[in-house]
């Protein structure tokens, strides 16, 4: 929901357009340390705890974030986006709980209902960005500045619904048990320098497929703004994006697992080349659109493959620290990213931020054809 508006009005509280990727860094910044903390926090305290108190902070953030957006006070937007945005880091490692639920032949299945869930969001957050244009007009507030108080209820709400939750790791042990599945069950050694390679390969596929995301939704609000458009379209925009991250889920995690990981992220990253090179050279908003569905597809496809690939090779006790380390590097990536893109898009245009996307996003491929996996979530060693 905010995504947008967070770039708009990181560029009108500074007045420099050469900011519009910084709200995305500062946001993906923030989210990295939350997602290194949040996975040592779910190895030593379970999955719950810190999934309640991530959400709680998330709404507080929000409220803050609101309140500096609304009296243009830059320190408090800053301060209450880094509140929200490592909570965020915590509340992504959400799938992880997830899938571990789930059998090892089923895991990609058990990422997706996370991630279609999010499909509320997917349409729910840019429908409330287009009211908000008129509910500012009614209640004599700028629509950039009231979407940040739509938020802290939903996310209240969930720290209640976590909080009288059971915890997810006593069941996936039950599951691990009845499945006759003991540490690891992928076909290499746990903690092995095949493993290794396994883990780098995850990581480095998240972090390129964060990246190339981040290039070009972070600079879509100043992009929108700058070419003249409103609230609305930015709206239509997002939503096209949502719906490639989320609204197919279930069939990428299907195919996760039927077809294997491997194979589900190397689609994942042709996808993400693809989009980057339509916002390239597809001229207008139209264009713009497309390529934005197209990266979030792509982004649908890496994350789910590579988050599986993670679970598969790592123990279960330190299952949350390894996915919360390959999210860190991969947060602090996109950071980097956002931040030269936005420098980049207001010297090269949509254009050059295009191209910049798909090497980006092509960049792992060869790192991933390396990966020998024989059967979905069975991985042969190096030697093999």
Request: glycine share 14%; proline share 4%.
């Amino acid at each position: 929901m905010v995504a947008g508006p967070g770039s708009a009005a990181l560029v009108s509280l500074t007045g420099n357009l050469r900011h519009s990727g910084l709200f995305i860094a500062l946001f993906y910044v923030a989210a990295a340390l939350g997602s290194g903390l949040g996975g040592k926090a779910m190895d030593r305290y379970g999955r719950r705890p810190p999934l309640v108190v991530a959400y709680a902070a998330a709404a507080a953030g929000f409220a803050l974030a609101g309140i500096g957006a609304d009296r243009a006070a830059l320190l408090w937007f800053v301060s209450g986006t880094v509140l929200f945005a490592a909570a965020f880091g915590v509340a992504n490692l959400t799938r992880l709980a997830a899938a571990e639920m789930f059998p090892p032949a089923e895991r990609g299945r058990g990422v997706a209902w996370v991630q279609i869930s999010a499909i509320f969001g997917a349409v729910c957050g840019p429908v409330l960005l287009l009211l908000s244009d008129p509910l500012g007009r009614m209640l004599g507030r700028a629509p950039l500045s009231l979407v940040w108080f739509l938020a802290p209820p939903l996310l209240a709400g969930s720290a209640l619904l976590i909080a009288r939750a059971r915890e997810p790791r006593t069941i996936a042990e039950r599951v691990a048990a009845g499945a006759g599945v003991s540490g690891t069950d992928n076909g290499v050694v746990p903690e092995s320098r095949d493993t290794a390679r396994l883990v780098v390969a995850g990581t480095v596929t998240l972090a390129a497929s964060q990246s190339a995301m981040a290039a070009v939704m972070g600079v879509a609000g100043a992009a929108v703004s700058h070419a003249g458009h409103g609230v609305s379209v930015l709206g239509v925009l997002m939503f096209m994006h949502f719906v490639g991250m989320f609204a197919l889920s279930r069939v990428v995690g299907r195919i996760a697992d039927a077809v294997g990981r491997r194979q589900t992220i190397l689609a994942g990253l042709a996808l993400l080349a693809s989009g980057g090179v339509v916002v390239a050279l597809a001229p207008g908003s139209a264009g713009f659109g497309i390529g934005l569905l197209l990266v979030g597809l792509g982004w649908s496809f890496g994350f789910i493959g590579a988050t599986v690939l993670l679970t598969d090779v790592s123990l279960p006790g330190r299952r949350a620290r390894t996915l919360g380390r390959a999210d860190f590097t991969a947060q602090l990536s996109a950071a980097v990213v956002a931040t030269g893109g936005g420098w980049w898009f207001a010297s090269h245009g949509l254009a050059g931020l295009g191209i910049a996307a798909a090497v980006v996003a092509a960049a792992p491929a060869m790192l991933m054809a390396l990966v020998r996996e024989q059967t979905p979530g069975q991985y042969l060693p190096r030697a093999a």
